[in-house]
């Protein structure tokens, strides 16, 4: 499947299944997002890492086995919509207060796996804010990733970089 293919099933994909409730890979739970950022915790127990890193290899299986059956997954970059320039993070994500990494529980997995993974503007409706997708792709799956990305760019997109 060449990758203009390719960006034209996801789309229609993606499309099909916007009123799907659940997604078959699990969240991570608060551990393995802290080993996932690199952050270390004064108040966990070696048993708490060694656990996150169970979940991390159970969750590798997973996505291994979901990589099988399909080249990319399609997520959002960030967990709100955009915020105003002057802060670092929203305060706030659907009515629930949330820290400065609040916003980030779509992307820190493909660092804890291993993933290839890149993060690109999404296409919105004119005089929208703009929003951010993430694409990720089994490891050393670089290249195909690159190249769907590059066809979403081209096809899909309508942005110019300045000349």
């Given at each position: 499947?060449t ?24 969240m ?80 820190p ?34 290249w ?20």
């Amino acid at each position: 499947m060449t990758a203009a293919i390719a960006v034209e099933e996801i789309v229609r994909i993606t499309v099909l299944k916007k009123s799907m409730t659940s997604f078959p890979l699990t969240m991570p739970s608060q551990n393995v997002r802290k080993v996932a950022h690199g952050e270390g915790s004064s108040t966990g127990s070696a048993r708490d890492y060694l656990d996150a890193l169970d979940t991390i290899a159970a969750m590798k299986r997973s996505f291994e086995a979901f990589f099988e059956r399909f080249d990319f997954l399609l997520t959002p970059t960030t967990a709100a919509m955009p915020w105003p320039a002057r802060d670092s993070h929203p305060s706030v994500i659907d009515g629930k207060p949330v820290g400065a990494r609040g916003h980030a529980v779509f992307t820190p997995f493909a660092n804890a796996l291993g993933l290839s993974a890149i993060s690109m503007p999404c296409r919105v409706e004119p005089g929208n804010l703009p929003v951010g997708m993430q694409i990720v792709a089994a490891s050393n799956r670089d290249w195909p990733l690159l190249a769907f990305a590059r066809a979403y760019e081209v096809r899909l997109f309508d942005h110019h970089w300045p000349t």
